[in-house]
């Protein structure tokens, strides 16, 4: 009974887990001699920027005569990232040595088929393709700047290694330069030699790998500076806020034992006198607590997929790491929920599930109504990125039937929880007008210049990050990554606890929205950066490539921003109830 239970529990996991990874046959990785090795031809776009892909036959390339083979199963993960793999139609088994052999030709090389040639191969294009989920990439052509002529690549080389029964080893080699004239014929070869290899089948990926570029002495020397600024900023901020903490909490005390005449007489100043209005709820707290519940959820779904990146080589398997991000994203909802749940509750909103709504809505609907912004920009390109309709709807499900449900589980737990308000000093009636001060300390000053230091401790590490998701370069180094977060989290709290003892210093009690702020500017800077990037690193060019670049790069920010933020209010939150709490108020 238990063992039934116990496989149906299993087959049920299996199941979901269909949904977001792919377990067709080819994913045992186990050939027996002879049997079909699958070609799948992915996508082709320019070398310039990896994130421009189109369909590989949308290049009027022609296709071998093998019929397709069983029906191949395509996760909604792949479809997001634009995925679509094609039978290449070549005829390949395992450990079966294939000579040069015609496979297809493209019959008139029409006109417009002729322009299509040229403008790829003008534009440096690059196709992959996916051999027992290896990747492979090759130049489709060259272009000959001498004799302005366009050559193609007519003959693809497979060299194969194989240990065992598994394929631990592809070469792909385009040969035999064929001149690309009006009306001719070109036929297309190929050939596959297979050598046994000394290569272990766990190893197969490192080869994909770029130690030299991800373990770059740099790399090294970032994360040792980053962390030394953590060590340096912890040991400031807790010294300054000691020693002057130390004084007013003197100062104050001296305060104490004056008579009234010479309180009313003497010159008052500082974070005490604000108390009575320190833990008024901030201006639009909807808004805010949505904000607030959705960092603390995407901060878990970072710490969570990068552990899972870690230690599940996640580079591995095509997108499974988007897959891994929306499974963790799914599941950790209730986090939002009650993080976002409670606090509404503790600022004293009463409508909470107009909060409950917004809350999480506001992160997918972000991603999604980008997402469906560059969909119609694709579209109208005709880029294998595309989302198909049904992904989206699938999408939508996830996000009403999962996300949803799990949220309001979260909202009612951490309003029953937490939902009381416990600030340590009572809120008056009327609020203080909050005094004039220097330009350089008002919130919006110090909002944007939270960020500075965050971002100066994050920015390296943002270089590997882009160039891997911009450029054909495997991102493995996860471990730095968790590193860089951890840094990026303590860095933004200090720096941000300190803004907000300037701020409250000024008497100006307005910290919930400038911490957040002050915290989300890292992601302004980042952005700022993303654009140095754009400009200097990448070789990007037209209205496609730049509405593209700037709209993931945007939802990037927004996500960190939203993030950082959370950081920075949360470690307030903790100072701010510590500082007033010990304070003596009459
Ligand atoms: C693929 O190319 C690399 C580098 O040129 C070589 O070391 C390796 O042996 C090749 N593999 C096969 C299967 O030919």
Redesign the pocket.
Known sequence: MAATQRATAFFLLIVFMQCFTTLADEHSHTYDDSEEVVLWMNTIGPYANRQETYNYFSLHFCQGKKEGINHYHESMAEDLQGIELEFSGLDIHYKRTQSKLQYCTIDNLDKDKLDSFKYAIRNNYWFQAYLDDLPLWGTIGEYDESTKSFYLFTHRRL????AGNRI????MTNENKVKLEPGIAVPFTYEV???P?A?KYHDRFD?YLDPSFFQHRIHWFSIFNSFMMVIFLVGLVSMILMRTLRKDYARYSKEEDMDDLERDLGDEYGWKQVHGDVFRAPSRPTLFSALIGCGYQLAVVTVCTIALAIFGDLYTERSSLLAAAIFVYAATSPVNGYFGGSLYARLGGKRWIRQMLISSFFFPSLVCGMAFFLNFIAMYYHVARAIPFLTMLAVAAICLFIILPLNLVGTILGRNLAGQADAPCRVNAVPRPIPEKKWYMEPYVIALLGGILPFGSIFIEMYFIFTSFWAYKIYYVYGFMLLVYVILAVVTICVIIVCAYFLLNAEDYRWQWTSFLAGASTAFYVFLYSYYYFVFKTKMYGLFQTVFYFGYMGVLSMGLGIVCGTFGYAGTNAFVRKIYSTVKID
């Not at 060299?159 to 194989?162: A, E």
């Not at 631990?168 to 070469?171: A, G, K, L, S, T």
């Open positions: 060299d194969i290694g194989y631990v080893d592809v070469n030699n297979w050598k290899s290569v080869k």
